[in-house]
């Protein structure tokens, strides 16, 4: 099975731009989850989307976004980027994201802003 | 909300020592504690998990523990091979809303010298 394809794999941006970033997860899969990794803050929970649905949010201003299609692709977009956007942004997929799930992390969008 | 903290946050150790990374956790509702490698340049992929119903797991050089009174658990690497350098993480698994979001520690990096 295939595992959680993430594009791009790097991107370069200047402040004030928006950005989208896409994740693709394991067949079958239907919750993905979105994180922040950062060296001074670590593993930071973005959201959750599970049937084209956002179930959970994290701590994030409302300039992160996200959204989830049908055939459970999920796009995450941050508009009017900062400096501090500078990150590793990762996607992990479950199953339904239910208790006990395992999550599987894709390889990482690395997003530098200048 | 939970609160996971990670110790120690860097390990250096000899190739063929043991390594000990412990975690502990604040939400007595959490029930699961998977741990995930992360090495450079990837993301993190899953090595062992554990459920409260089980206090010891071990799967070849690593085994999990887990202390549901004291709310700690902890990953024990036998045998270190210089392979095993990387960043590791912990997390506990409790429920927010419909589904059970992981909070991660901060993560150990994890240095075995030749």
């Known amino acids: 099975k295939a595992g959680v394809t993430q594009t791009p794999r790097y991107l370069i941006k200047t402040r004030g731009q928006q950005v989208t970033l896409s994740c693709s997860p394991i067949s079958g899969h239907r919750s993905v989850s979105w994180y922040q990794q950062t060296p001074g803050q670590g593993l930071q929970f973005l959201f959750e989307y599970f049937s084209e649905t956002q179930r959970n949010k994290g701590n994030f201003p409302g300039r992160f976004s996200g959204r989830q299609f049908s055939n459970s692709r999920s796009e995450m977009n941050v508009s009017t980027l900062e400096l501090g956007d500078s990150a590793l942004y990762l996607c992990?997929?479950?199953?339904?994201?239910?208790?006990?799930?395992?999550?599987?992390f894709g390889p990482g969008t690395r997003l530098l802003v200048l | 909300g939970e609160n996971v903290e990670q110790h120690p946050s860097t390990l250096s150790v000899q190739e063929g020592d043991s390594a000990v990374i412990k975690c502990t956790y604040s939400?007595?509702?959490?029930?699961?504690f998977p741990w995930y490698k992360q090495e450079l340049g990837k993301g993190p992929q899953l090595i062992i998990d554990i459920r409260s119903n089980v206090g010891e797991k071990k799967d070849q050089r690593i085994a999990v523990t887990l202390n549901k009174t004291a709310k700690h658990f902890s990953l024990h690497i036998t045998e270190t091979q210089p392979e095993d350098s990387a960043v590791y993480f912990c997390a506990a698994s409790g429920s927010s809303g419909g589904s059970y979001i992981p909070t991660f520690g901060r993560g150990t990096s994890l240095i075995v010298h030749p």
């Open positions: 992990a997929s479950s199953l339904d994201g239910g208790r006990g799930e395992t999550q599987y």
């Open positions: 939400d007595s509702a959490s029930n699961y």
